[in-house]
């Protein structure tokens, strides 16, 4: 979880310096300071479960175990990343891996899920479906009917709030009518548990309590991870409305800090350290390969396209 941790950092902070010199195409969503709730969650799940996530989902995707070069090459819409260069950094997927998909709908993830979970009680198989989704969608209406379905037919489908705090430029408190989302659980028939989301393994440990109850037919569960958005919405947000001195807070309790401190009387620094450097060359190594690489052609397969443009 530690290495994974430091790609994503590597990767966020890279596509942050890269966007100031224009070098990405349309704003990107970083996660960094946020890495422990995806890299924490999908430790705890096998190659079969599968997973959603968010527009803000590069976590999810080293962590459920895409290469980081193929991830890369994908932001980067180069043909030679995970999908083919047509996905762009909101929706890469792997289902090879059970990476079903970032989404840039919000909340779309969800329903998606709880299908997938439904798909393996039907199939009589001990998969469970995991959805990664911010606090904003979980205010949209279909999050609460997913929520109800999969209470109702005990579908295992562990919804994990990634609580940071703001959806776009709104905080909590103007978004919600409860201030602690765990409230919401009882309301499905389903248990809760919080946890501080920088913690990566208080995260992988609700996780695997979660899927485990999942697996054993008892329905789903809900974790509300804590954590906070340090890097505005997006590479494009001008900011100005978070309190510095509450960013400042956030950025102390930082997820690969508090990883490096529970490891270090074990591994020492110096081991944690190189583990961080090799993380930065990987990442560096995986930039450098994508921006030789050619963009995607698209040019129209006749035989498979769909209309014609007569028919349009
Ligand atoms: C259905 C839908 N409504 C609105 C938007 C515009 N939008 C993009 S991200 C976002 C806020 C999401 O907040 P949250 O779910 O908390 O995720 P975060 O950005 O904090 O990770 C909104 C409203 C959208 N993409 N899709
Ligand atoms: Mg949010």
Not at 44 to 68: Q, S
Not at 94 to 114: E, F, K, Q, R
Not at 119 to 148: K, L, P, W, Y
């Amino acid at each position: 979880m530690y290495r994974r941790m430091c790609l994503v950092r590597e990767l966020e902070e890279e596509l942050g310096r890269l966007h100031k010199k224009g070098r990405t195409r349309g704003p990107i969503h970083r996660c960094d300071g946020q890495e422990a709730v995806g890299v924490g969650v999908t430790a705890a799940l096998g190659l079969a479960d599968k997973v959603t996530t968010t527009h803000r989902g590069h976590a999810v995707y080293i962590g459920k175990g895409m290469e980081p070069g193929p991830v890369v090459a994908e932001i980067l819409g180069r043909a030679t990343g995970a999908c083919g260069g047509r996905a762009g950094h909101m929706l890469i997927a792997d289902a090879s891996l059970g990476m079903i998909g970032g989404n840039a709908i919000v909340g779309a993830g969800i329903p998606a899920a709880t299908g997938m979970a439904l798909s393996a009680q039907v199939r009589g198989t001990n998969e469970v479906a995991v959805t990664v989704f911010g606090d904003g969608a979980s205010q949209t209406g279909i999050c609460h009917e997913a929520m109800n379905m999969a209470g109702l037919w005990k579908l295992p489908v562990v919804f994990v709030l990634e609580h940071n705090h703001y959806g776009l430029t709104v905080p909590t408190e103007v978004q919600s009518a409860v201030d602690d989302f765990a409230l919401r659980a009882p309301g499905y028939g389903m248990p809760v548990e919080t946890v501080d989301g920088n913690d990566a393994v208080a995260v992988y440990r609700a996780t695997a309590d979660m899927a485990d109850r999942a697996r054993r037919g008892e329905g789903p569960g809900l974790i509300v991870a804590n954590t906070y958005r340090v890097e505005g919405f997006s590479t494009s947000d001008m900011g100005g409305y978070q309190d510095p001195e509450v960013i400042a807070k956030w950025r102390e309790h930082d997820p690969i800090r508090i990883a490096f401190d529970a490891l270090e009387p074990t591994f020492g620094a110096e081991r944690l350290t190189e583990m961080r450097e090799a993380a930065a060359r990987e990442i560096a190594e995986a930039f450098e390969a994508a921006f030789e690489a050619p963009f995607p052609t698209f040019a129209v397969d006749a035989a498979s396209a769909p209309y014609t443009a007569a028919q349009n």
